[in-house]
Each structure stands twice: as C-alpha cells, then as structure tokens.
C-alpha cells in the first residue's frame, strides 16, 4: 500500500496529492510518470509527476478527475492509500537527463519555452524547476479555458518567468496559448526549443504554430494505457511513419513528427465505454429503472 | 486391438470430463474439470514403467513420471506430490498449459499403439489433490545467508526462486505489475488456468518456501540491476522478464479503432478482469472479430473475444498442421464454434470515416517449398483477395523481448533479436547475472520457461557456493 500524505482540492477541478513511494521517488526525474490503482477491482491510471522529495521518499501528483476511477480519488484523504503506485515510468525529458557541465552550459545557451495547457502545467512544472535548480531560466505559458482552472501559477513563478493567458480573458492575456507565443514572439522573445504539454488538440495546434518559426518542439503524449511498461501496445501512436510505443519509446516525442489525429481518434475509443461506466458509478441503479433500451448496464 | 498387456481397453485414456461446448462458451469456468480419485487411478494402472522412462526425457524439467504415477496406483496421493515437486513447482499449473503431446506424452511408449498416457492430467489430478488436502513442498532447513534477487514472477521466475528457496537461499522476486504470475496472469484466461484457485495458490507455495515478492518495481526504471547488487545486498540476479512487445503486421489500417494486440486484449481481460461487470477497466469485443495468428495466444485471445459475445474467424497463414497452438486449444476452440480461416494472410484493415474497423481484406495462401525452418513456406494465391466483414481485429503474432532491461543495464549482451544472451544454463554476460525463459529464447512456452528457471537455480547455487 501507498499511503496518501496529503491531498487537497486545488483550482478548480484539480487535486493535488504527496504520495510516500521511495522507490518511485528515488529515480524519478521530470518527465516521467507513474501508474496508480486505487483497489483491486480499479482501472490503472497514468499520471504525471509534479514534485518529488528524495530524502522523504515522496511523490506528489496532480489530476483532473475525468472516469470512473479517477473520481473515485476525490473522496481520498491524507492517511488513505493506494493500492498501487509504480514508477517511474517513461523515459526522463531529454533536457533533465545530464548533469554533467557541458550538458548544462549546453542549455543555458538555449532559449526554451514550455507551453503548457490545462493540468498540463503540472508535468512541466519538474521541468522548469530542475532547470532553475541547474540555473537556468526559462519561459513558461500556462493556458486555461478561465481563471479557475490556471494551475500553478505561483510555484512556477518561483522557478521560470511565467505568462498567464486564458481563453475567456478572465484572467491574464486573453487568447489561446498559441496566440500568446505569437505574442511573446512578437514582443521579441526569441525561442529554439520548445515543450509542450496539454490536451491533444491544443499539443496539435502549438506545432503547427512552431513549425512556422522554425521552433524544435517536444511534446508528451497521454494515450490510453494498461500496463504502462511496453506489453500491450495500447498506447501505440504514429511518429514520423513508425510505430512507437508511448509508455517506452516515450511519453516525450518530436512535435512536428506526431500524428495528432490519429493518436485523438485512438484516444475516442472508449469513449462510450467510459461514459456508460461513469453514468453508472455515479446515479447507480437510478438510472437503470429496468427499461432495458440503453444498454447502459451492460 | 490387442494390447501389450493384452487387455483392449488399456490402449485408450479414460475420458477426461468438461464442461458442454455450448455453456462454457458463454462463461469463463474451467473448460476441463480433470479427473476424480477413480479415474486418475484407473488411468494410472496404463503405465508401463518402462526400464528407460522416454516420458521423463521428454520433461524439460524431468519430472520422475513413472515414479509418481507408481505413488498414484498406490493410491499415496501424498507422496505422488511429493515426487513432482521435487522437479516442479507449478504442478498444478503444468498440468493443464504444458504441450504433453510435443513432450512427455509425445514419448510414450502407450502412443505407439493407442493413447499415450494421459500424464499431463495426472499431474494435474496430484496436484489439485495436494492443495485440497493441505500437502506443501517441503522448506530448507539451513538458510545459506546469501540474497538472490529474481525479476519477473512468471514461470521462469517462480521456478528459479522456489528451487533457490529449497537450497536455502533469501530470495526476493521483483515484478512489474500490481499482481504476481506474470503472463500466468496477464495472458492465459481464467477458462484454462484460474487465478484465484490455481495460480494463487501455486504463488503461495512459493512464498511459503520463504520467497518474498515485490510487485510494483519495474526493475531498468524502479531499479537497476546495478543498484539491487551493489547497494540491496543481491550476491546473484535472474532476468526472467519475459517477452513483453507485441508485435503487428506494418499493413495499412492497423492503427484503427478496434485493432487490439492479443497482450493487450489479453491484460484487459485476464489482469484487469474486464469480463467482470464489477471491474472498472473496459474491453471491447465487437460483434465479429477476427484473429490473427494460431499459436496458443490466438486461441486464448480467440475463446475470450467468443465469451465476450463476438462471433470469432481465425486467421492463420498456414495450413492446420502448422498450427503451433496445443493440439487442445484448438479442439476446444473448433468445439466451441470459432471458424478457423486457414491458408489466409491479412492484407489491410479497412475502416468507416470515423477510423472504426469494418471488415479485413486477406488472401489466399498455398504452401511452397520448405523455409530454413523445414516448413512449408505459404506464399499469396494471386487475385484470391477476399473481405471478411468484422469490427474487431486481434493480432497475436508473438512477442519481442521488452527493452527495459538491457537498455538501463551496462554490458548485458544481447543478441540480434533483443533476446538476452545467455548459455544453457543460464549465465549471461555479466558475473552473478542469469537468464532465462521468453527474455533469452524469444516467445516459447510456460514449461520451457520453467526449465530454464530451473537450470539457472542449480547454476546460481553453484556459483555462490564457490564465492
């Protein structure tokens, strides 16, 4: 079992969790991610890692719940557990991998730009702060739908210059995050290497905005998984032509060689599936009153 | 016909019962309910303890079969078991998933002239005996002190950890996943091999012995090899990780929606126990489906998809003959009514606009000259496409070896293939470092698997034993 330290309700409908998993906490570096199961009967959910403490030997990770299974989280307080917690999975982000003195003089001469929409901020959020750990600053764009659902925001202020922008203006610039780069680039920021991380269609859309500038981009794809460790081919995507499995030969891929619409139309598939289920979880038998039509039971 | 002992009724087996085609093929229940105390003695009494056991030759892991189906005549059910598990300890899971006719029953004398004796039902009879009435494998009494660490809880690394435990040594196995048995768990259903009553069981024998299991590490991420000897204190490791990959064809359409690998719709189903209404992971299985493929994870993925509502094609390039699926799967499999379309190679996936898999385009094949394997390679009849209508689509083309390992582990040899390099008995190219089963040899069986584990428990003894 791993025991919940703490949890809270962050913005909107984000939580917030520090999970005890020395293991996981030992190795884990930004980029990677980690698998959770609740209970026996549970779905096994990719997450991505927010924070970790070595010497603590914690995790902490942040979700949107969406499912069946990662509503039932919302309910878990500190003391609770989960059941299973494995990890890290994932290659690390390929500008975390070095310490070494040429590697970090390598990016300091980089401008990097992370892009980051919705709960994607909380995996570029390890990122930024392992390169302000190694003296590198960089520019973070955190987008949400409206001021609620910014996520973040101060505790990536503390490690990169941050830029807020919200589609409905509410808050911050107003615009998507693919306006706001324009914008930074037009206010004369310049960028060589960009990552980013957030819904599919917004993931999409940045590259295209990038490839335009000539950026290098790096995005992290979140397919469906099951196992997580390269045994069931479920996260499958197409990258420059190649079959590429997300869980090992990723989550982190060349932007501008994905297949975006093949990877949303794989991510629809259970859809209905899930819709069905969540219904269920949530009305219980209120909803089947025997009528025996929907299917919804089955 | 007369017998060598001169009694007809001794040249065939005594029937084994299962469950109706019909009914299993709408419930994931054991198929074969094996044989009662009367019949596995009666069938026993066929052995002819011969001077020169070609059976146990036959074993890859030796078990002394005329010497426990003697105990069974006896009616000593006890020391029966006794006698396995010296050699074996997953009894009760060989039994009913080892291929008896390429192995043990391939050599017996009794299938020269009738039915080879029905070994593989026996053993399984001992050892569902043993655990219904309570009878262990017998523990070390001297501990050795020293630290064996094994990756992967599947077959390969049940037998190397339970044979280490014997000889007294402090073993942990690290795995992956949430729950220990590996492709015990993940591949083969709950229809041939149950989880709870048999593979539990035979994991807990295991832990009994003293073996400790750590689920959750993936060891190349959680750990490294590296790591577990220099600073957990583990004099020797064995890499029983298995071959993870699936494999897919590279034809157009198979990334559409209802294109599964059989490991996937296998781990669905078996791990996450999604044929269960009161399991949260979903599985789809369409209303037709086909599979691709005719090993035993064809047949698995086949049945399941057929319990699951589908009506089931398979499709195999070569002829029935070549079908390396166990020659009971595929029985049980026609029995149940899944059509087999064999000489037939898919050629695309086709898909409706929203991407949803609506049939498969394949084409006939015949049989050439014979490949490097000796077999008869299948080549396309030319103009024979042809389109089965379906929305599911299976692969189970085999497996490649996952990469995890050898990737976070400096100067593991590997081969050509990705398979770890390693001798017969298990040495690889590190000291203190075994290997064996699907990681070594690429996608085999579960008795092979066991035979390597085997083979390296008896090389890692003898190796810290000179330390």
């Known amino acids: 079992m791993y025991k919940i330290l703490e949890a809270r309700n962050l913005a909107g409908p984000n939580y917030e969790m520090i999970v005890e998993a020395p293991r996981v906490a030992a190795r884990c570096l930004p980029g990677q991610f980690v698998i959770v199961k609740i209970d026996e009967k549970a779905e096994r959910i990719p997450l991505t890692i927010t924070d970790y403490d070595r010497e603590k030997g914690t995790i902490e990770i942040v979700f949107q719940p969406i499912g069946v299974s990662t509503s039932k989280y919302r309910e878990l307080k500190a003391g609770d557990s989960f059941m299973d917690f494995v990890g890290p999975l994932g290659k690390p982000s390929d500008l975390c991998l070095s310490e070494e003195p040429e590697a970090i003089e390598a990016l300091k001469k980089k401008k990097i730009v992370f ?60 615009g998507m995050v693919t306006k706001c780069l324009e914008d930074l680039i037009a206010e004369g920021h310049s960028y060589d290497h960009c990552v980013c991380i957030g819904p599919m269609i917004m993931m999409k859309f940045v590259c295209l905005t990038t490839k335009k500038y000539g950026i290098h981009t790096i995005v992290s794809m979140n397919p469906i998984m099951v196992d ?4 069931c081919g479920a996260c499958r995507l197409m990258v420059d032509g190649e079959v590429k499995f997300a869980c090992v030969d990723g989550p982190e891929f060349d932007g501008h060689l994905v297949d975006f619409d093949l990877a949303m139309k794989r991510l629809s ?25 929907c299917g919804g039971d089955r | 016909m007369a017998d060598v002992k001169g009694n007809s009724s001794m040249s065939t087996r005594v029937p084994v019962r299962e469950q109706d085609p019909k009914v299993r093929a709408a419930n994931f229940d054991e198929v074969c309910l094996g044989y009662n105390e009367e019949e596995a003695v009666q069938e026993a009494e066929r ?41 074996s300890s997953l009894p009760a899971i060989c039994g009913r998933v080892c291929p008896q006719e390429r192995q043990c029953e391939g050599k017996c004398i009794r299938g020269i002239k009738g039915d080879a004796v029905a070994i593989g039902k026996l053993e399984r009879f001992v050892a569902d005996w043993a655990k219904a009435n309570g009878r262990k494998m017998k523990c070390a009494l001297h501990k050795t002190g020293k630290k064996v660490a094994v990756i992967g809880s599947g077959p390969a690394g049940l037998t190397c950890a ?67 000897m220099k600073k957990e204190g583990f004099e020797a490791v064995f890499i029983g990780s298995g071959a993870g990959l699936p494999m897919f064809m590279n034809i157009p359409g198979e990334q559409s929606k209802g294109v599964f690998s059989a490991n996937e719709f296998l781990t669905r189903n078996n791990l996450m126990k999604a044929y ?44 029935e003959a070549e079908l390396p699926a166990r020659a009971e799967e595929v029985h049980h499999a026609k029995e149940e009514g899944i059509v087999f379309d064999l000489l037939t190679n898919p050629v695309r996936i086709l898909a409706d606009d929203q991407d949803n898999v609506t049939g498969i385009e394949c084409v006939r094949m015949e049989l050439g000259e014979p490949d490097a394997s000796g077999r008869r390679s299948p080549v396309p009849v030319e103009g024979s496409e042809f ?51 699907d990681a070594v040899s690429g996608a085999a069986t579960v008795i092979l698997a ?18």
Not at chain 2, 419 to 436: K, P, W
């Open chain 1, 269 to 293: 598939l259970y859809k209905t599936h899930e819709g069905e289920a969540f219904l269920k979880w949530k009305e219980g038998k209120t909803h089947h009153g025997g009528c025996g039509e």
């Open chain 2, 450 to 467: 066991m035979g390597a584990g085997k083979k390296a428990a008896q090389a890692i003894d003898e190796y810290l034993k000179t330390r």
């Open chain 2, 276 to 319: 269960r209404d009161d399991y949260d992971t979903p599985i789809i299985s369409g209303k037709k489906a086909v599979v691709v493929g005719g090993g035993n994870v064809a047949m698995d993925a086949a049945r399941t998809a057929l319990r699951l509502g589908a009506e089931v094609h398979i499709v195999y390039r070569r002829s």
């Open chain 1, 115 to 174: 892009v980051a929409g919705g709960v994607g901020a909380a995996p570029i959020y390890p990122q930024a702060k392992w390169l302000y750990e190694h003296g590198i600053m960089s520019d973070v764009i955190i987008g949400a739908r409206n001021q609620e659902l910014v996520l973040l925001e101060e505790r990536m202020s503390k490690v990169a210059n941050v830029y807020v922008t919200t589609d409905d203006g509410s808050y911050g610039r107003s």
């Open chain 2, 387 to 437: 389109t089965i209508d379906c929305d599911t689509v299976i692969m189970a083309l085999g497996t490649r070896p996952n990469p995890l390992i050898s990737s976070t582990t400096d100067g593991l040899e590997m081969n050509r293939k990705q398979c770890i390099v390693a001798t017969e008995e298990g040495q690889t190219s590190l000291e203190g470092v075994f290997a064996g089963g």
């Open chain 1, 228 to 231: 997580g460790t390269g045994m």
């Open chain 2, 47 to 87: 052995c002819l303890h011969c001077k020169k056991p070609q059976c146990v030759a036959g074993c890859p892991v030796n078990i002394d079969i005329p010497e426990f189906i003697h105990a069974l005549k006896e009616r000593e059910f006890g020391s029966a078991y006794d006698v396995i598990s010296q050699s």
């Open chain 2, 162 to 228: 339970g044979d280490l435990a014997k000889k007294g040594y402090d073993v942990t196995i690290f795995e992956a996943l949430h729950k220990a048995g590996g492709v015990l768990v993940y591949g083969i259903p709950e229809f041939r091999l149950p989880k709870d009553e048999v593979v539990a069981k035979e994991i807990e024998n295991v832990q009994c012995l003293g073996v400790k299991i750590e689920t959750n590490v993936i060891i190349g991420r959680s750990v490294t090899i590296e790591d577990l």
